[in-house]
């Protein structure tokens, strides 16, 4: 197939013989209306044909066309217009400016754009501007409250680091959840193959060269996508040249990040005294007791209590958290002229976290050439050069950890301990025996010693010829690659605790991933009377391929050996290999009626390698539907109501994210055996997976209806949209009996409910002179319901005979779903609180009845979700002249999460950590004492109990609502920007998550639900910036 | 003109894409056959095939769920002999006994059972295919089928003694049966099977066959010893399953048989310096470990019992030392002195103070102490010669062949810097017992051997109290994945 689809660029360069047009030629000026300044890049369209120019640096333009025919000028940030061109020779418009209503282009994927007027799909667009010029390391991370329907989470801190979208809730059980990526056509492999650190495959790309994101969510926009649809789409465009004078823009910014929170923990005195309290209470004789504690404290026993009162108390938080610093540098050029338009750009960010040794350095290189060959001929070219740096902390891909992390021990290290010695130099290494305490690492010493790093290298590009046939017919084949390296290293020091009994460590990982993609595509366009018709017809071809390398060596001479070379004991070396072939052909009917009606019918035949032999095609059909209601004669022209289009639409896409994110498993129907059960030196296998030969994609229905609108003028625009999103054939891991000898197979048999509404809503609340303010406001809220587990799940025995699966999610987070409840359900059991007679932790049984000891499953019940009820944005700008004010609050509501970073703290000492103020300030310490905190009791169980930080004590609320970011800008007036030559320039300075309203206790509640925790995870910063833009 | 071309162009397309679908279908175009995962349909068709899959029974036994750590840890955290520091929090609840914390729990619920489980699925997919494969040499087609049988034999003796009651000391009302035998392999879904729980005699039996087909098929030299299965090792489990089973006859043969094997019983000397070693000079059967196989500063077997990296050396701290001896424990090696109050049993030297690193200093097990040349990286005896005595000393005493077990018993005493015991009646059941304890201090026998006698479990209140021999937490719960996949299965008394 693959020669195919390239034999048949061949085929079309056969048919590249000239035009033969015989049409009159049309000429013009293109204005803004806001300040009758030319508009240079403003696409002029011949309606119902390919044909079409751009204008120039001065805002003309020149096409050719029949005397009948309509010309289209649309042009991003500004309404479309369509006029009829009767017997003139010039033809004179203006543009309005307006960001966000119907006049706007709406991207659709294979290259295609449609007017948001004729768009009958549901689907959220963002600016590029609202992406750039922020510390953040990957555009998607900036989505963030900016588009309804659209959920982001950040995994964690870390600049550059894993993020998660969902577009319209979970509609996956055991698959994969996230939406198809697609830069400039090339559909991205967004694994996340980084071992050692946390890493975001789209960090590849500076957000400032994106043009716009268009965000696909509902399947009449998603299916020509097919079998990577049921996710949503992301199309990210990126910056084109503009024929003219050649700009050339600097922009630099430069800032800081503090931590958001630090957590109030115990001063030495207060942990002396809580941790005795915790062996009395078990027993311990008060006197042994102090002399254990100051034991375990490594001080003398025959302290006395005023020598006590005198030790000093240690910050390990102060220490492990620090400011970070960002700095971005970037140039870019753009120009061209008629035939030849390109825009180049380069950039270096870097940005330090806020705990110590957590960076990310990145270089890019960017450049899109657009050439006119002849009148039948272009070409398209894009080119994404990126090389990444990012050094990271002890954790996996997601960010969690426990010991090596120094977010997760900082505050947990007993505070007596001290982090320097008075000549400076580490206290407590390991080669003098740690630490005191559990967390015996001297954190500080073990972030800054240690190497955890990450060199990413990637490159996206692709080629298209566009060859134009006749006036309604485009040929366009494409050919992309996206190829990312990731070199990982490990380096544990021979002086910290991971190192030391080994000598050193050396891990180093190489990973490469190379997805080739290519398609052809035909659009043919022909306008009869009233109707207009648009047919795409293409076919697709796509393989990706993943190797792995990972070694492990262990012993160097000293710690100034950080190689492999140098390393004596060699541990282990894997290699791995995996990869998947996909062939698609697909097509889009368009229909529209006099400018009202429009119909789209789409459809996509699938063939995976993933799917199991039985089932190794799938097809993706949808019907969509649009009514222009304000271009009927009652609407029209009429006072209120500028714009009314009303939308419905219906169609199935899939999802063929099986298997494994970290893994890459491509291969879930098949049967097999795995390697690596070596013994005593020789290799080994053991079974691993049994075949399912039926195995095939999981399959998304999704209904959509939406109302687009415009009042008074377009002063007040939006759209409301409801939807169904069904989700059936959901993977599931069929639990088998362990003495089968396997824990499960994968099955389709699951189906999750996503309902849904999701408003957007535009306002120019103000509009005087100079003067303007402009809001928008999005919210979307989801219902997730577990429709269908499968059948023979037994019910738990418990009251409610609970039907629940309990699995390991793509991401590798194991979880429970529960039948008729939503996805990622907290099911666990009731905490009491404290009897206050006797102190010890209390929880309620099935029947509501006080136990110390709660049974499993008998007494556990659902407590909420980690899925928000509603989540949003809202977004103002203010203008004045050339001063304008822009900020977005962001919020996200009702999410309950088990909080795993305090819950080691809310232990009270029953264990050798540190413990929160607030839960020592809480605690039970006499009858009588109404508290929810537990007396403090060593390891944390009484006997005939359970442990006092079971159940629901730790789930807490991780609603929030952010000032996510607040961005103020001057334009400098152009009398003073004239006199350094510049045609704009531009100051501006930022501050993001300045403040946080929430519940949570924990640092930073936005980072809770990637994983299985947030115990060691790089909380989310504050951060301010200031920059300057300068265009010449 | 230009119509005519765009239906030349379309038709053009439309048969390139109808081609491609062609190409799809009816090409292997689409098919990606793993590189790095192999087919499990042709995994077992060769001689090769064969050796990596026995490879891979052994790989399961190295888990922490089974020797790797818990079959030795837990049962001594579960049984009188340890108690636990609270240094990194493992094996406290363990030791306490609290309900639901047993084996495999600290990894996952029921991840013991599991990985036998699994473990027995891989010897029975080999029995099943071994005949059917050509192999160049019959010895070795022998030795792995001999492997095969001697390690599901192992393994469902420690699933029934983990999770059912022992033959003659079940508690009638509460007895729920033996582990279900499964002794066909899955290879595709439709071998999956729901098994009930069958009587324990019947798991007893299908032990005893699998140990006489296994020593029927290994040759008579110990070739493979100690790291594979091997005829005498075989003989020696024979001689434990029987005991349990009490089948004292059966238990005295084979103890008889094995004892006379090329492995024989470290004299006094090399004692001590057999657990130096990185194998035990009379390990029958011992899992080995190499470099990649460290189970790390977690979970290993030298970071639960102590925080020493070496012996002698208190100044480096390495692991958590999680679960030490108590003090009884260590009384009662320092019970016999010589008359200048010297400790005579050569044992007490296995057990050191460690270090203050984490907290207050213990005295340590130290027969796991990175043998194998690197911290956390010991090899873990299974099976060793010195058990064969008391195994055949308790099987004689209760056969009422009371010199012979006396014999025995002062072998094992004299070994250890002893002198002779002249112990009668129940006094020397109790000496041959104490030794048993002494002897396999921390190779997870005491908790075992307790519960195959009936006897309760008498702990200190730190230690959770101990448990009277009818408390339904003497057996582990089955796994409620089993229970949840498997209407047959039945859950054990109390859970």
Redesign the interface.
Known sequence: MRKLLLGSWLLILLFCLPALAQDVAVSGRVTSSDDGSALPGVSVQVKGTTRGATTDANGNYRVSASANSRLVFSFIGFSSQEVAIGNRSTVNITLQADATNLGEVVVTGYGGTVNRREFTGASSKVSGAAVSNLPVGSFDKALAGRAAGVQVTSANGVPGGAIQIRIRGVGSISAGSDPLYVVDGVQLNTSNNSSFTSSNPLSFLNPSDIESIEILKDAAAASIYGSQAANGVVLVTTKRGKAGKTQITFNYFKGIADPIKQLDVLNTQEWIQLRTENLVNAGTAADVARSSVLSTLRLPTSLTDADIAALPTYDWQKAAFRQGQTDNYEIGMNGGNEKTRFYVSGSYYTQSANVINVNFKRGTLNSTLTHQINSKLSIDQTLKLSTITSNGQFGGPNGGSFLGAAAFSSPLILPSVAIYNADGSYNGTPALGGIPGILNQNIIQVSELNTIRADINQFVGSLALNYKVTDNLTIRPFVSLDYRSVRGRNFSDPRTADGINVRGRVQDQFNENKNFLTNVTANYNKEIGKSDFGLLLGAEYRSDINENLLTNITNVPTPDFKYASAAALPVSIGGTWTGYRKGSVFGNLKYNFNKKYDLSLIGRLDGSSRFGANNRFGFFPSISGAWLISEESFLKGGRYVSDLKLRASFGTTGNDQLGSLFNAANFPGLGLVNPGFDYNGAAGFAPSQLANPDLKWETNQTANIGLDFGFFGNRITGSVDVFQRTSKDLLLPFNLPFTSGYSSISRNAGEVQNRGLEVELNTVNVRAGQFQWKSSFNITTIQNKVTKLYPGIVPLNNPDSTILLTYTDFYGVGRNAILGRPLQPQYTTDYAGVNPATGRAMFYDYAGNITYRPLIPRDQKYFGTELPKFYGGFNNTIVYGGLSLDFLIQFDYGRRSFNTQTSFLAENAGRNFNALQSTYDRRWQKAGDITDVPRAYNANVEPNSVSGLGGTRTLEDASYLRLKQITLNYDVPAAISSRIKASKARIYIQAANLITVTKWTSYDPEFLNFGSGNSGLVPNSKTYQAGVNVTF | ???L??I???T???T??L???T???NSE????T????????I?LTTAEGV??????????L?NVVLYGRDMLAVSEALSDNAQFT????RL??EN?N???NTFGTATAA?AT??SA??A???A??ILDNIGGVAFADTAQRNRLQGQAYFLRALLYHDLSRIYAYDPGVAVATQDRGGV?L?LV?????S?????ARPAVADVYKQIYADLQSSIASFSRTNANAP??GNRQAAQALFSRVALYNKDYATAVKYATDAIAGTIKLSPNASYVGGWRAPQNPESLFEI?Y?????IG?NTSLQTTYTTL?RTGDR????GFGDLVPTTAFINDLEAEKSATGTVLDIRRQLYELG??????AFIECTKFLGRNG???LDNIPVIRVSELYLNRAEANYNLGNTTEALADLNVIRQRCGLPASTVTGAPLLAEIMRQERLEFGFEGHRWFDLKRTGQNVVKA??Q??GLVYTDNRILAPI?????????S?QQNFGY
């Open positions: 003109m230009r119509t071309k765009s030349i162009l379309s053009s397309l439309l390139v894409s081609l491609a679908v190409a799809c279908k175009f689409l098919e990606v793993p590189r790095s995962q192999g087919d499990s349909q995994a050796d990596a899959a026995v490879n891979g029974i052994y790989d399961r190295q609270n240094k990194s929090g406290a609840n306490r609290i309900q639901n029921g059972w599991q489980y699994f027995i699925n891989q029975n997919l279900p499964l392999g899955v290879a595709d879904q071998k999956i099977t729901l098994p790291a594979y080995q190499i470099v990649a196989e460290n500063v990296v100044t480096a701290t390495g270090t203050a690193g984490r907290g207050a690197t911290i956390n209140a730190a959770g109290g796994p409620v994945n089993e229970l949840s996949t498997n209407k299965i």
